[in-house]
């Protein structure tokens, strides 16, 4: 047998028997395999979520290691199964472009569709593609299994429609693309284009949510601490995004933003 690392991620919760189930058909195809939860807390067919979790957490696992997302509203349909083999690792799930944030960022090397049945259990569910497709199908990967035996080739995946972030001087027009479990909204501005805006550490911004009635001005600090308790700011977070955030609280529940909300970012002069 040999030792691989699978990851799992998925809007199952954790309170039903979805996530053991897969984890019983991958140790039963590799007792060996070391199998690590990144979270079955994606919000139900949330995607975009799902994708951005991935690209934000596969790249701190070891050379190798087989990354299986299952969030997939389309399950059962006519979407197709995939693998992405990237440098440095796999990737395996629908292909409804939850996966290729994290894939084309580590450089995609193949994509195959899952079409080879030996390589599935023996009863296939149209609901549960996640214990009877991708699980197999990752514990085989464990094991090396050459990809080109799943299926063809797939040169036009699914992409997910990115937010758009455009700016003007001192100005930049974008989106809250993620909101985290601490109600911290990461915009899609990220450190690179701070030169763009003019945007130093101590400065003021502008902060305008159109849809939700959101008009603000809050200071550009390093990080909470410098903020005072119940203070709104903006920074910089781990992921390199400029973030809107509350020292202590949450800026989601408290000015009601979701993810995909318009924002308007301006540098006080």
């Known amino acids: 047998m040999m030792k691989s690392v699978i990851t799992l991620t998925t809007d199952f919760g954790y309170d039903s028997y979805f996530v053991p189930s897969m984890k019983g058909v991958i140790l039963s195809l590799n007792p060996e395999a070391t199998i690590v939860d990144i979270t079955h807390a994606i919000p139900a067919f949330n995607i975009y979520k799902a994708a951005f ?3 934000a957490s596969y790249k701190y696992f070891p050379r190798g290691t087989i990354h299986v997302v299952v969030v997939d509203p389309g399950v059962g349909t006519s979407r197709r199964a995939i693998v992405i083999k990237t440098r440095n690792y ?3 799930g629908p292909d409804n472009g939850v996966l290729m944030m994290a894939a084309e960022d580590d450089g995609i090397i ?11 259990r023996p009863v296939v569910s149209s609901t549960f593609h996640g214990r009877d497709v991708f ?5 085989y990967i464990s094991l090396g299994l050459d990809i080109s035996l799943l299926g063809p ?17 001192g100005m930049a027009r974008t989106a809250i693309i993620y909101i985290d479990h601490f109600g911290n909204a990461y915009t ?12 130093e550490y101590g400065r003021e911004i502008q902060v305008n949510i159109p849809r939700r009635n959101v008009n603000l001005r809050i200071r550009f600090l390093r990080s909470y601490g410098y903020a005072g308790e119940g203070e709104a700011l903006a920074l910089i977070n781990s992921e390199g995004f400029l973030e809107l955030s509350i020292n202590r609280g ?8 979701e993810e995909g909300d318009e924002v308007v970012i301006s540098v006080i002069k």
Do not use: C, H, K, Q
């Not at 193949?110 to 599935?120: K, Q, T």
């Not at 040169?155 to 700016?167: C, K, M, N």
């Open 110 to 120: 193949d994509i195959r569709a899952i079409e080879n049945s030996a390589f599935m």
């Open 250 to 257: 949450s800026f989601a529940s408290r000015f009601g933003v």
């Open 90 to 92: 796999y990737f395996v």
């Open 53 to 55: 979790t991935l690209w």
């Open 153 to 169: 080739r797939v040169t036009d995946p699914v992409r997910l429609a990115g937010y758009s972030t455009s700016f003007s001087e």
């Open 135 to 139: 699980a197999p199908v990752a514990a």
């Open 188 to 199: 899609g501005i990220r450190v690179g284009n701070l030169g763009a805006l003019g945007l």
